[in-house]
């Protein structure tokens, strides 16, 4: 299991926002937002808030660490 | 092509530019001539400015972000890291041929030869780069 998982796929569906949708808002590119989904790669922390925000969730609701997780 | 961004697309195109500009001339011909590199650094860059312009033409979003830094970062690492591992096999082949009495260093053909291995290793290096970036992007990052 990767160290960072997310729910955003299940956040942006309960929106019924797209991924270009929310890569718009959050000014990355929709390829990023597939790659974050997919838990292949961890954004930075102004992304990640800015994501939170973009779904209208804490930050904590949107992403989690497991220590025991693989980097 | 249209899952790919707009770096990914830039990217392939510069493999391409770099694959159809540099293998014929370190594998067609010799390379024994200071007009035949001049002429592959103008058909590269030419190459390069056409398919770059085709592909920002074609692409309406054109933006870039962390990721694509961070894979861009990769690939420059890869580089380096290929193009300094050159540089040692080469020096340790020159100490090699100049230690067995094979090295004539005052041949203007010489010159011309340890030109264009450097310039290979340069090739090699950015060929590299690009490859490393590619495979970043292929598995997300």
């Known amino acids: ?71 | 092509m249209a899952s790919l961004s707009y770096r990914e697309k830039s990217l392939y195109a510069s493999l391409i530019a770099e694959v159809v500009i540099y293998v014929p001339y370190f594998f067609l011909h010799g390379h024994d001539s200071v007009v035949k590199v001049a002429a592959m650094i103008i058909g590269i860059i030419i190459l390069q400015v056409i398919l770059q312009t085709v592909i920002a033409a074609y692409t309406r979003n054109r933006l870039t972000d962390e990721r694509d830094r961070l894979i861009e970062l990769r690939g420059y690492r890869a580089g380096y890291f290929t193009f300094a591992s050159l540089m040692l096999l080469g020096l340790a082949l020159l100490w090699f041929h100049a230690s067995i009495g094979h090295l004539h260093l005052d041949s203007a053909r010489m010159s011309l030869h340890f030109l264009s291995v450097f310039f290979g290793m340069l090739v090699i290096a950015d060929i590299t780069k690009t490859a490393a970036q590619l495979i970043a992007y292929r598995r997300a990052l």
């Open chain 1, 1 to 71: 299991m990767p160290a960072i998982r997310n729910q955003i796929r299940e956040l942006r569906a309960a929106r019924e926002m797209t991924q270009q949708d929310l890569a718009d808002q959050v000014g990355v590119t929709r390829q990023t937002v597939i790659a974050i989904e997919q838990d292949k790669y961890s954004p930075s922390l102004e992304t990640a808030f800015k994501v939170a925000l973009a779904l209208g969730v804490t930050l904590e609701q949107c992403f989690q660490f497991d220590p025991r997780g693989r980097r």
